[in-house]
């Protein structure tokens, strides 16, 4: 009979005899039996025998349940790593050793060390070099069980002569991990095997700065028990602050057993991994490292805290730095009990720090962490220690306080109390003008504290009454201001004590805060009682008495507080008497029988005082009037209804039709009458300005050409005139016809000059109007000429082009968006669109901008241009172009299961290896945009369901081979939505590398079970890892299956059903591994 075994095929199932056998000696007779086969066979077919007596091995070593004693693991386990041709099993069942519970944790170590020991002796210094992390790793996961560690940590120190720089930097990161949370007993001990790396030179400075900020929580709590550790901590702290001669690690290592070993452990997956791929000498890619981690989700950051540790005390470039940070501070809000860890590191980098603008960054995180209340005393002390330095540091105390005060709302007290220190000690302008400002923030943010604070803006009144304290007073002035808005102060009351200081001011800035007060009024004070319409009426006097002053930062305040009040609030008899002279008695309204009514008491300002005041007012500040005058006329467009657009017998010659009171009449008469010498230019220009503004509602209607005057004066007006007529033509004829007649002008790319595509560019800023109103026939000539013609340039990389172009496509998106678009012009859009997509090169910067705008089409005609099936020809071109508005598609989220859109696509791209780099990188892009979607667990197991499908059964090559495409899809999938690209600087390599992906995937496995919406879904991956690891595939692949798998060995399903997981041999095997 025959003991060939082959390596795919399935063993025996454990017998049952062995799972009946409890007793201790039958038991001896069976470890009797297995050593005397060993020992007697012959050396020719002794891997043979070993392979025979695998199932007894594995069920011995490998039983999760308690029902074997110790001494019979021991036994076995001597027995096999004794035994010569045993390698390939001893991995095997190292792999599958559980540490989930505190007994599984125990026996595990017990297996490690037992090896560890025998490959000393043994001299194996391969097998020992590739031990010393998993050691380290068994280590953590003891002390996370409670359970003592001291053999493995006395083993550790007996390996580390067999590490290498790549094994010692793993190990350092791992000692930052076990150091975090030992207990003081082994502090000494794991801070000298931390010394032997270091004095060895076999780690590199991320990983030692990482063991660093392990070690700064110890000495910042330093107790009896941990001064013996700490002694050797604080020579290691000078050791690694003081050395410059770092290694540098090398590429991945050629050990035989490492690829395997690491897969054990998933603390030893994850750093060995950040030790082969993350650590580069480029700046610029740890930024974008950075950059892309903190997009990550709250768990995933978390897992990189020692490694961010290491990397913030350790980087000198301020960017990485500021981002590390930021990443901490993340870590520290999402999981308050790091942030007494993350605080020792924060304070430790600030003694180290000589850039001041970088000091005072990492200053301002300190306050933020204050979520967990251990750091709130510490906290408290470093800003005290701050009041107590030179002044400079007091006003930055102050500006921390506030930042505390907005974390942790209990602190206020400790704010003011610094407040009235530095209110009553330090009367410079700097320190009143820290405490002014720190006090108008507590009114505007926390307004219910700020009651408390009344007199000491007071007192900032009456002390800061020359020039150099009105920036003093006008913060002080906003406070009270915000705590009026608040109610906690009542404005009329607030504004009687106020005015008699306030009247006479002459200060710019602070009058300029008066004019803010005013403006806030009308929020103050909701309901209008007799006192407070009073109030209002002086406002608004003294506004426009302040809209006339010389000073144009005053006019630009007064103008923007005026804006704040309602076009109903306006009197004429609030107004200067330069805005209301004109008025004369036809303008005055009889009341009553035989009395008139003065102009000065109208109800309403007649629009003709509007044109006067922008008649009046000062050139610098005739923008400012425009914006208010804006702001009413949005105000007055809300109050017409739509007949006001329809007139049966032709639009208009004038705005007459509009009341005496309209500002938009006023203005339109006033462009109407553009050609008469009254008119003022500049006045003309600002109206133009005014009523070419994109309003909710369109302006009322006159004839078009009637501002043809007023348009031709200049180049601006020009402007000015066709963003009116493009407003106006949905409702205008004759603004249709106006802009009729330009679009029609531009009909030849070829042709056209500079100033012709200036003119033609300003209309595309305007294209969701004019694909409103503009018939399809002008249109997409129109459209046709103005893109070929931004293309043709932007082809070239010209990246004004490119600039224009992108912002083309984002309006043709918003015009396919709009309902009031026209069908025929959504039409013309779609089809130039169809035609850029074919025009333009995938690769090319412009492309993504096509696609943005193709994704606002029907989804129906998106799918129809991105189906295969419909091709007259599959072509590379074609697929990769669908490939990428797939992938938009899939960004919209407009169905159950986005990625479901991915499906054809991924069917016919199986077979087109020329597309397969093209459709990973584009999984790996949208499935960074999808990590929190719930169908992605439903639409993985749907790929690996079409997977298994494709192998069952069959030994057809290009079957296997679109199969193992198709992993490769899987792998991306896992790696991405896991996070685990993070591990590398490159994100690239995912979806060039399939040796990356076979190495990143067991990991990525073993966290996106633990995911929220994939644990339901647990039981039918085990499942469906241990079918495919025996199927057809390639010998790579099943490898990778077989390290996911075994990545899961501690789930619970796994371990119910293990006899039939653990029965197929694995498809592992010692090799020196290629370098992919």
Not at 148 to 165: E, H, Q, R, S, V
Not at 417 to 433: Q, R
Not at 460 to 465: V, W
Not at 974 to 995: K, P
Request: hydrophobic share 40%.
């Amino acid at each position: 009979m025959s003991t060939r075994v082959h390596s795919h095929c399935r063993h025996p199932s454990i017998p049952l005899s062995l799972s009946s056998c409890k007793k201790n000696t039958v038991w001896r007779d069976i470890l009797g039996h297995m050593q005397s086969m060993i020992h007697e066979s012959d050396p020719k077919f002794l891997k043979h025998y070993i392979e025979l007596l695998r199932p007894v091995f594995v069920y011995i070593l490998c039983n999760p349940t308690d029902h074997l004693p110790e001494s019979c693991k021991q036994q076995a386990w001597h027995l096999l790593i004794k035994s010569p041709e045993s390698s390939d099993l001893q991995l095997e069942i190292l792999q599958r050793l559980s540490t989930k519970t505190p007994n599984s944790c125990i026996d595990t170590s017990n297996r490690i060390l037992e090896l560890s020991e025998y490959s000393i002796t043994g001299k194996n210094d391969e097998l020992c070099q590739s031990l010393v992390p998993l050691v380290a790793a068994v280590i953590l996961e003891l002390l996370k069980h409670n359970s003592d560690p001291k053999p493995n940590i006395l083993m550790l120190k007996t390996m580390i002569d067999y590490a290498d720089a790549a094994v010692g930097t793993t190990v350092m990161f791992l000692l930052s991990e076990i150091t975090e949370i030992t207990p003081c007993v082994h502090l000494p001990s794991i801070t000298q095997i931390g010394s032997m790396i270091l004095q060895k030179g076999i780690c590199d400075e991320i990983s030692s700065y990482a063991f660093l900020s392990s070690i700064l929580p110890w000495m910042a709590y330093a107790c009896q028990l941990s001064s013996e550790g700490l002694s050797t901590a604080k020579l290691l702290i000078t050791s690694i602050t003081s050395k410059t001669d770092w290694p540098k690690l090398v590429a991945p290592t050629t050990n035989r057993f490492s690829p395997v070993i690491r897969q054990c452990s998933p603390n030893y997956q994850f750093y060995g991994t950040i030790c082969h791929h993350l650590t580069t000498e480029s700046d610029r890619s740890t930024i974008s490292w950075l950059e892309r981690l903190l997009l990550t989700p709250g768990n995933v950051i978390l897992t990189f805290k020692h490694v961010l540790s290491g990397l913030f005390l350790q980087a000198m470039n301020s960017e990485i730095v500021l981002r590390a940070l930021k990443g901490l501070i993340r870590i520290a809000k999402d999981s308050p009990d790091t942030a007494p860890n993350i605080l020792s590191v924060i304070l430790h980098k600030l003694t180290k720090v000589k850039d001041i603008a970088e000091t005072k960054d990492i200053l301002f995180a300190v306050p933020e962490l204050a979520v967990s209340k251990e750091n709130i005393p510490t906290i408290i002390h470093v800003v005290k220690t701050l009041t107590s330095s030179e002044p400079v540091l007091k006003y930055l105390a102050i500006e921390l306080y506030l930042k505390l005060r907005e974390v942790e709302p209990r602190c206020h007290r400790y704010l003011v109390s610094a407040l009235i220190s530095l209110s009553d000690d330090d009367s410079s302008f700097m320190g009143t003008v820290t405490c002014a400002n720190a006090m108008k923030i507590i009114c505007e943010r926390y307004p219910e504290h700020g009651a408390e604070l009344v007199p000491l803006l007071s007192q900032i009144f009456n002390r800061c009454t020359n020039q150099t304290g009105s920036a003093a007073s006008a913060l002080a002035l906003r406070g009270i201001s915000a705590l009026c808005v608040a109610g906690i102060t009542d404005v009329y009351s607030t504004w009687r004590v106020l005015s008699p200081r306030m009247n006479e001011e002459r200060r710019t800035v602070v009058i300029s805060s008066i004019c803010e007060f005013f403006g806030d009024v009308p929020s103050a004070s909701p309901y209008l009682e007799e006192e407070v319409h009073e109030l209002m009426e002086e406002s608004l006097r003294k506004l426009w008495s302040f809209a006339c002053h010389e000073n144009k930062e005053i006019v630009r305040a007064a103008f923007q507080a005026l804006a704040s009040y309602k076009i109903h609030d306006m009197r004429v008899a609030y107004l200067p008497v330069s805005f209301t002279s004109h008025l004369s008695k036809s303008d005055e309204k009889k009341i009553g029988e035989g009395d008139l009514q003065n102009v000065q008491e109208l109800t309403y300002v007649p629009g003709s005082c509007w044109i006067k005041m922008l008649e009046n007012i000062r050139g610098q500040a005739m923008e400012a009037a425009g914006d208010f005058l804006i702001k009413f006329i949005t105000e007055e467009l809300y109050g017409y209804k739509s007949g006001i657009y329809t007139w049966s017998m032709g639009e208009p010659l004038n705005y007459k039709y509009l009341p005496d009171k309209s500002l938009a009449g006023s203005i339109g008469e006033y462009l109407r009458r553009a050609a008469n010498k009254s008119s003022i230019q500049a006045v003309v220009v600002e109206c133009m300005r005014i009523f070419s503004k994109k309003y909710p509602k369109a302006l009322p209607i006159i004839q078009f050409h009637l501002f043809n005057d007023a348009i031709n004066i200049s180049e601006e007006t020009r402007s000015y005139g066709v963003s009116l007529a493009c407003h106006q033509a949905a409702v205008s004829p004759s603004a249709k016809e106006y802009l009729s007649k330009l679009l029609g002008e531009v009909s030849d790319c070829n042709s056209m000059n500079s100033e012709e595509f200036q003119k033609a560019w300003h209309l595309c800023t305007h294209l969701e109007d004019i694909c409103r109103s503009a018939s399809s026939s002008v249109l997409g000539p129109f459209l046709e000429a103005i893109i070929n013609c931004i293309v043709e340039r932007a082809i070239v990389n010209n990246e004004n082009a490119v600039s224009m172009f992108n912002e083309v496509m984002k309006r043709c998106a918003n015009v396919l968006h709009d309902d009031l678009v026209l069908h025929d012009n959504k039409t013309i859009i779609g089809n130039i669109l169809e035609k850029l997509g074919e025009k333009v090169d995938v690769d090319h910067k412009i492309y993504q901008s096509i696609v943005g705008a193709m994704l606002a089409l029907p989804t129906e005609q998106i799918e129809r241009m991105t189906l295969p099936s419909v091709w007259e020809e599959i072509t590379t071109e074609k697929l990769e172009k669908a490939i990428e508005i797939r992938g938009g598609l899939v960004l919209k989220r407009d169905n159950e299961i986005p990625l479901s859109w991915m499906n054809e696509i991924l069917r016919v791209s199986s077979t087109l290896p020329s597309v397969h780099g093209r459709l990973l990188k584009t999984l790996q892009r949208i499935l960074r945009d999808l990590r929190h979607e719930k169908s992605n667990a439903d639409w993985t197991w749907s790929l690996m369901y079409r997977i298994q499908v494709t192998i069952l059964g069959t030994d057809d090559d290009q079957a296997i081979k679109v199969a193992e495409f198709m992993c490769d899809a899987l792998f991306v999938t896992i790696i991405v939505l896991a996070c685990d690209d993070c591990l590398l600087r490159d994100e690239g390599a995912i979806a060039t590398s399939s040796g990356i992906r076979g190495e990143l995937f067991p990991h990525a496995v073993y966290r996106i079970v633990q995911m929220p919406g994939w644990k339901n879904i647990t039981q039918q991956i085990i499942e469906w890892l241990h079918v495919v690891r025996s199927s057809c595939l390639s010998a790579m692949y099943k490898s990778i299956f077989h390290n996911a798998l075994s990545s899961l060995k501690n789930e619970k399903y796994l371990n119910e059903q293990w006899t039939r997981y653990f029965s197929v041999k694995s498809p592992l095997s010692i090799v020196v591994p290629s370098n992919d």
